[in-house]
């Protein structure tokens, strides 16, 4: 099984400084079928990013994704204080499908 | 708009058995794959089950196999998860989710969840 292992656990900013969250996968993904959500309390998660890199429908441009093989990175680029989150990745290459353990977005 | 509905949590005793339900609507359900991934207390997202269009390929994690059983009616755009042989550490919201069928098998959109709590 590939463990996903975001870090750090817990980022806290400011309203407009950028966010930048990483997953490192145990092996690494043949394709890029690297997905980013975001879950906002009392909320179901949300797809954010696709194929490491492609922005899902809606979803502002100030969230964007990159990376391959094991290393990847989800930016925020100006947080807002609704992107207060837990942020999951999950990788759909190989099953069984696993998840991050999840990276918490706070607002200073 | 892609709504899923879900319904069937609640409060089961060890042992005991439930079954979710998943109705779908505002797309073709009958050409898309679905899942169900569950949370746990405080806890991160688990990938519990999924099942192709047709009904015909089921698969599942390790800790479900031979306990859930995942199945749709595409007649009722439904499906379900019937879960047997329930312990306290299955008791977690459970989410159900439609899977793209472009470039991989991604949840795109997700149900409200329901809360299954195993307890004597």
């Known amino acids: 099984e590939i463990v996903l292992t975001q870090s750090p656990g817990t980022v806290s900013l400011s309203p407009g400084e950028r966010a930048t969250l990483s997953c490192r996968a145990s092996?690494?993904?043949?394709?890029?079928?690297l997905a980013w959500y975001q879950q906002r309390p009392g909320q179901a998660p949300r797809l954010l990013i696709s194929?490491?890199?492609s922005r899902a429908t809606g979803i502002p441009d100030r969230f964007s994704g990159s990376g391959s093989g094991t290393d990847f990175t989800l930016t925020i680029s100006r947080l807002q204080p609704e992107d207060v989150a837990v942020y999951y990745c999950?990788?759909?290459?190989?099953?069984?499908?696993?998840f991050g353990q999840g990276t918490k977005v706070e607002i200073k | 708009e892609v709504q899923l509905l879900q319904s069937g949590g609640g409060l089961v005793e060890p042992g005991g058995s439930l079954r979710l339900s998943c109705v779908a609507s505002?797309?073709?359900?009958?050409?898309?794959?679905m899942t169900w991934v569950r949370q746990a207390p405080g806890k991160g997202l688990e990938w519990v089950s999924a099942?192709?269009?047709?009904?015909?390929?089921?698969y599942y994690a390790d800790s479900a196999k031979g306990r859930f059983t995942i199945s749709r009616d595409n007649s009722k755009s439904t499906f379900y998860l019937q879960l047997s042989s329930l312990r306290a550490e299955d008791t977690a919201i459970y989410y159900c989710?439609?899977?793209?069928?472009?470039?991989?098998?991604?949840?795109?959109?997700w149900g409200q969840g329901t809360l299954v709590t195993v307890s004597s």
């Open positions: 099942i192709d269009p047709s009904g015909g390929g089921t």
């Open positions: 194929g490491a890199s």
């Open positions: 092996q690494s993904l043949s394709r890029t079928y």
């Open positions: 989710a439609k899977l793209t069928i472009t470039n991989g098998w991604i949840n795109d959109y």
């Open positions: 505002g797309f073709i359900f009958s050409n898309y794959p």
């Open positions: 999950q990788q759909y290459d190989r099953a069984p499908r696993t």
